[in-house]
């Protein structure tokens, strides 16, 4: 087993699809502990991407596309050729990426606090900035004001532990993978209609957001679940770090999402 691929829950003999979970920028996926813990029951892989965590020295070309290659390589090397994968945002675009080329793997999807556009001109040149400081004298402070954005004012105000954590991953976060991640994400294309056609295949789909969310606005949530036929599940007062912020209904969702995805 890679040491990037972590197990968890129960794995029956006959598994055929687990669910697996898909981390944040810059995080790893150490984020997905409470949930995981909620989902005792069910078979639960959580992926680093490659550059964070003990995939910190994992070298894939290749952007985001490139992210989802090396998914689909090391879930194959599992022995699991499906799967209902679930991405928090920047893991959302590399589901979506893996939707793209990879379809046939899919046994359902999970998207939360994501987007299927790609960036505004603004946005990427940020991100490319961003990718050069890191790699600078910044290094993980580049990624420190992040916390703002991150999480809504409710996490804020009420729940310091999970700031608290947060922070201390931000510091954590590898240079080298927060700029390729950065870059990766600047060159990411727009997948609304990769979401069509597995709408059009009627796929079990779950869009989840944290409705205090400042990144992936609710109009991008509508036009994902418009396009997979689903609804918007809303986690109220949680940010765009939903999972982290409240991972109790966050959890829930996705194990009503791998339920649909069984029968
Ligand atoms: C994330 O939480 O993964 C990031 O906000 C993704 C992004 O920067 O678009």
Redesign the pocket.
């Known amino acids: 087993m890679s040491d990037f691929v972590h197990r968890y829950g129960t794995w029956p003999a006959s598994t055929d699809a687990p669910l697996v979970l898909l981390h ?4 790893d996926s150490r984020m997905w502990t409470t949930v995981i813990g909620e989902l005792p029951e069910l078979p639960v892989i959580a992926v680093d991407l490659p550059g964070f965590g003990k995939a910190s020295d994992a070298e894939t070309p290749g952007g985001l596309e490139g992210f989802a290659d090396a998914l689909a390589q090391a879930l194959a090397d599992e022995g699991v050729q499906r799967a209902v994968v679930a991405g ?4 959302g ?1 590399v589901a979506m990426a893996l939707a793209q080329s990879h379809p046939q793997m899919l046994a359902g999807i999970g998207l939360l ?3 299927a556009s790609a960036d505004a001109p603004e946005a990427r040149a940020n ?1 490319l900035d961003v990718a050069q400081r890191a790699l600078g004298d910044e290094g993980a402070a580049v990624v420190a004001p ?1 916390i703002e ?2 999480v809504g004012p409710t996490t804020a105000a009420h729940r310091p532990e999970v700031v608290a954590q947060l922070r201390e991953w931000l510091a954590q976060a590898p240079p080298a993978g927060i700029a390729r991640a ?1 870059r990766a ?1 600047a060159a990411r294309v727009d997948r609304h209609a990769v979401l069509e056609r597995l709408g059009s295949r009627q796929l079990p789909a779950l869009v989840l957001r944290g409705s205090e969310d400042a ?1 992936a606005t609710g109009d991008d949530h509508q036009k994902m679940a418009q396009a997979l036929g689903t609804d918007v599940v809303s986690i109220e007062g949680a940010g ?2 939903s999972a982290l912020e409240d991972p109790v209904p966050v959890a829930a969702a996705l194990g009503e999402l791998y339920r649909r995805a069984e029968a």
Do not use: E, V
């Open positions: 944040g920028f810059p995080l928090l945002s920047m893991g675009y606090d994501t987007k991100r992040m954005a991150l950065q994400m990144l765009h770090m």
